[in-house]
């Protein structure tokens, strides 16, 4: 997405929308389409926070363009980032914003007893996990386009390695415990629903949802949506967690209103551009050989 912003968005219009009548003390920056900015959407959508969005598709352009860092509001190469208008705080880098909103909307809390800072560095080593894999898919925002070879190795191998490592973490905090952790009571009804009727665990052990569990439901639910062809490779390594994504959807109405909404702006967009072309092109070949 960020060598060429023209040439990423190609795939999608721009989407112009009114701004909100009051100002809500978060402002995020992102282009208008899923991908990073889900990272962010879905923190402040599981918790039900106001936040307002750049609709000014230019003004973005500018800002990310400025000729001197020191007309930034702080010096930053790319969106997503976010504004803290109440604490004058702006912060891009995916993974920095993430983990300042989630301390800001009561995600970074951790049950009493444990390690604090390990458990914190931990969801935000999930984050730099999940952003990595979307550079992956992406071939580094769109640096290289795919080719059938290359798609193949990345598909079979370092994404299955990625999400082996994602349900690793999940089992390695679980195993940990004597005990089943248990979901919110609106999710609870609906465990015996999941995919071999798994009891669901968040991915840090904890007792309600963090960080780690909304990067995880950002990254793969995404992926999911926009690119069902790779449904049957992340859930085939990564089933405890997708299922964890699943209860996380059911049991929240702010994450089923976000998705809602992005399915009837956007249906399957997912990254847009060029880049976006060329996955989907990769994955109908690997339908058509199948």
């Known amino acids: 997405l960020y060598p060429k912003i023209a040439a990423c968005l190609i795939l999608i219009p721009i989407l112009i929308?009114?701004?909100?009548?009051?100002?809500?003390?978060?402002?995020?920056?992102?282009?208008?389409?899923?991908?990073?900015?889900?990272?962010?959407?879905?923190?402040?959508?599981?918790?039900?926070?106001?936040?307002?969005?750049?609709?000014?598709?230019?003004?973005?352009?500018?800002?990310?363009?400025?000729?001197?860092?020191?007309d930034q509001p702080s010096p930053f190469m790319a969106p997503p980032a976010i504004h803290d208008r109440r604490r004058d705080v702006f912060l891009a880098q995916l993974p920095a914003a993430c983990f300042y909103?989630?301390?800001?909307?009561?995600?970074?809390?951790?049950?009493?007893?444990?390690?604090m800072v390990a458990k914190q560095a931990t969801a935000l080593k999930v984050v730099c996990d999940c952003n990595d894999i979307l550079d992956g898919i992406t071939r580094n925002g769109g640096s290289l386009m795919w080719d059938e070879e290359s798609w193949k190795t990345f598909s079979t191998q370092r994404l299955v390695r990625w999400l082996s490592i994602l349900q690793g973490i999940q089992e390695q905090h679980n195993n940990n415990d004597d005990?089943?952790?248990?979901?919110?009571?609106?999710?609870?009804?609906?465990?015996?629903?999941?995919?071999?009727?798994?009891?669901?665990?968040?991915?840090?052990?904890?007792?309600?949802?963090?960080?780690?569990?909304?990067?995880?439901?950002?990254?793969?639910?995404t992926l999911e949506r926009c690119l069902p062809e790779l449904s049957g490779v992340l859930r085939r390594h990564a089933p405890h967690v997708m299922a964890l994504c699943d209860s996380l959807l059911r049991s929240n109405s702010g994450l089923q209103d976000l998705v809602a909404q992005q399915q009837r702006e956007w249906g399957n967009v997912y990254c847009g551009g060029q880049i976006e072309k060329s996955i989907r092109t990769m994955l109908l070949a690997s339908s058509s050989s199948s």
């Open 17 to 70: 929308m009114s701004s909100s009548s009051s100002a809500s003390r978060f402002l995020l920056y992102y282009w208008p389409l899923p991908f990073r900015g889900n990272f962010i959407k879905v923190l402040f959508a599981y918790t039900q926070t106001p936040y307002d969005v750049e609709q000014d598709f230019q003004a973005i352009l500018q800002l990310k363009g400025a000729a001197n860092v020191a």
């Open 101 to 115: 909103v989630a301390h800001q909307v009561g995600l970074m809390e951790f049950d009493n007893g444990t390690d």
């Open 179 to 221: 005990k089943t952790n248990q979901t919110s009571k609106d999710d609870k009804d609906d465990k015996d629903d999941d995919a071999n009727n798994t009891p669901i665990k968040f991915m840090l052990g904890t007792t309600t949802a963090t960080l780690a569990d909304l990067a995880v439901f950002a990254l793969l639910n």
